[in-house]
């Protein structure tokens, strides 16, 4: 069985490194927001180009903490995209806020920004773009509107640690972008994770807060904070793996280059990559009008493959208000959408069996 994502094979390769790490922690008798937090959230600020990194529980909650800093809530508007995880859209409807949803482009999946600027209107607060599978939003012209309207820009950066657009790294293209190191992301630590990178001090110092109970000074708490911390366990192994980023991203870019030269069945839709962008890839997405079909004939050739996702977020049963709306771009992407194995670990045989087998396909 070729695996969609071998996750001990990935962390396998640093166990010596991580093992040791370990111990340090164990030995230290610290284990929240100590040294190895320091180190990681200093290392990562350096990676992403930005002046603060603050380390958190998840990525749904570095999301989640930025709007709550920012002090948006009930009767703000945040234009999201209409094709995303569902993490993005919960972060603002957990803060109370109204997500505007926004079609994607169909040949990259990730939002179309020729059409944000009519969803704008005097309740919209900010702009929360998704880097979706790896690949940079088109930024310049989010930022045109955002300044053109007085807003605020986040980036989710869940799925694109390390990718760049015009030569900066994503979570440095906007006022505030949450990052999430769950195990199976480009950067993922060994359970949850998950941080807030900026250039904006203040915003810095009042997310440092909210994450530990909304207190700077142990007993003084001067927000209604949560508790949403990176245990120091975690941040020690992401600061291990955090060296071999580059690395493995440009093993992902290989792979993806291989499925793009190789896969010439005229069934499947290729992802496209936008120009002055570096595409990291943690998601391979084809398109097929034939996607059960595939997908169930890769399971008896023994490819794992999966949906990024099966079900768009204005049809989900938690959010019942919009399943009567329409997005016939992001619902023909969630018909049509499958991932196939993706991953630093996977071997040239693996991609030599998974292109012929993919060009067999009838
Ligand atoms: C994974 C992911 C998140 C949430 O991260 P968690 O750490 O799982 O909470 C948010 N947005 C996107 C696009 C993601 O892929």
Redesign the pocket.
Known sequence: MIKFLDLHKINERFRSEIDSKLKEVLDSGWYLLGEQNKVFESNFAKYCGTKHCIGCA??????TLIIRAYGFGTGDEIIVPAN??I??IL?ITENGCTPVLVEPDINTYNINPDLIEEKINEKTKAIMV?H?YGQAVQMEKIWNLAKKYNLKVIE?S??AHGAMYQGKRTGNLSDAS?F???PG?NLGCLG???CVTTNDDELAEKIRAIRNYGSHIKYHNIYKGINSRLDEIQAAVLDVKLKYLDNDNNRRREIAEYYKQNINNPEIILPETYEDNAHVW?IFAIRTKNREKLQQYLKDNEIQTMIHYPIPPHRQECYKEWNNLSFPVTEQIHNEILSLPMSPVLTDEELDTICSVINNFR
């Open positions: 998840n990525g749904l909650e570095a999301l995303t995880y993490a993005s972060s998704v979706l989710d869940a799925q949450g999430s190191f769950y992301k949850d994770g998950g943690h």
